[in-house]
């Protein structure tokens, strides 16, 4: 019966968002990598086609792939052996992230990903990298990035590129959604998981999806109302959380705050920590914890609990982060056979991120069609919870509003200068227009006659 009132409301979901909705796979899974390096889905690019590997990520929006040899990549676009590769013209693009960066010319050609449901061939914008710093990772087996975000964030800004999700959308009758499941465990450095665009797929779900409102159209943007850590609540106000902006982001590994958040947070799980002593260099992310025996760490570090709008009024979305998944696996020494993990949390200077410690507990549906994110359990990760609270929190205090320029500022003194000035020209003016109103006027013929006379003394 549950099950059944749980179709039935996400076919209700169905009718108003167009989104296709399967009961069972779609596809294998179709993500891969390991945890560190990213998940990524292989795309297929131009006519024929080239099958290239790229890092999904629903923090960007721009297409990118390599455009020529690398010594850490073991193949490339080659846009020349293209035949519906077009030069858009658009040179030297740069785009920058937490770490490393890459540049190349922009062409159009044409994208399928039929693993992920997408077989019509659409023409999207990519960029041919031919310089980087710090963006290919040796071994990880991606050779580009795929941005899933919104137009508002693809670079250059003002040349008219639209992004994948945008082109995909307007292209084909593909629904404007889509969904991930990220797959991976402390005893494991293989990842695997789903993309599907234009669909959701419930046997990727172990329950329910809870739906968060997007704040803002350029990042996947919401509101996180509150913290817990462990028992504790956090407290600070939430609009510091969200400084200045709180994303989902599947090409994030950790979970990131703002620093005013994370120097209140790290003490609190420092002081959870009982059993081991960690020193700064590990909660910096500098060392490694390693052991020959993963389960002496599950438990040791608190459960961090995530608190969520709901779209529902009067409701709270409760997402929690199990302790097993704050130490994240990092390698396996073969010498050794041990595991070794590194800390999962740390500051942003670009605010709150959610990153792939928060995606791999739940699946994920990225709504662009109403403007929300849901969260439902995951079938592949069992620690996890959810659940909502009856309870109502004034999100709207949450979110970060930029504060106003100080050129803003000096526009609005000048302005009311301006006015202040021009309100005694205002009185003059009415009084001097009133006044003639109010004087008695001759007959137009006196006039006359006065300029006759005026004649006639002549």
Known sequence: MVKFLWCLWLGVFIVCSGARIRLKRAATDNLHGTTITGYYVTVKLGNPPQELNVIVDTGSSNFAVAGGPNPVI???????????????????????????WWMGDVVSDVLSVPSAQLDTSVRVPVADI?????????????????????SDLVLPKGNGLKSVMHEIT???????????????????????????IGEIDLSLAAGPL???????????????SGLKIGDKVVDIDCSDINYDRTIVDSGTTNLRFPQKVYDIILPIIKASVVRFYFD???????????????????????????????????????????????????????????????????????????????????????????????????ACHKGSTIQVINKWINSTNCRYIPPTKPITYAAYVVLALFCICLLPLCFLLAFNYFRSKSTPCRPRESYDQLDDHHEVSH
Request: glycine share 6%.
């Open 130 to 150: 031919t310089n980087s710093n710090k963006f290919f990772v040796n071994g990880s087996n991606w050779v580009g990035i795929l941005g899933l975000a919104y």
């Open 170 to 196: 307007h292209q084909t009758s593909t629904p404007d959604l889509l969904s991930m499941q990220l797959c991976s465990t402390s005893l494991q450095d293989a990842t695997y998981g789903a993309l599907l």
């Open 280 to 378: 700064q260099d590990f909660y910096d992310g500098k060392t490694m914890f390693c052991t020959t025996d993963p389960a002496e760490l599950y438990g040791e570090f608190p459960n961090i609990t995530i608190y969520l709008p709901s779209t529902n009024e009067n409701q709270t979305i409760e997402l929690t982060i199990h302790s097993a998944s704050i130490p994240q696996f990092t390698t396996m020494l073969d010498a050794s056979k041990q595991s070794c993990y590194k800390f999962a949390i740390f500051p942003s200077a670009i605010g709150t991120v959610l990153g792939t410690v928060l995606m791999e507990e739940y699946y994920v549906v990225f709504n662009r069609i109403n403007s929300s994110i849901g969260f439902a359990l995951s």
């Open 74 to 100: 073991s193949n490339f676009y080659n846009k020349s052996s293209s035949n519906t590769s077009v030069d858009t013209g658009v040179r030297s693009v740069k785009v920058d992230y937490t770490e490393g």
């Open 210 to 224: 809870y739906w968060t409102p997007i704040v803002k159209q350029w990042y996947y943007d919401i509101i996180v």
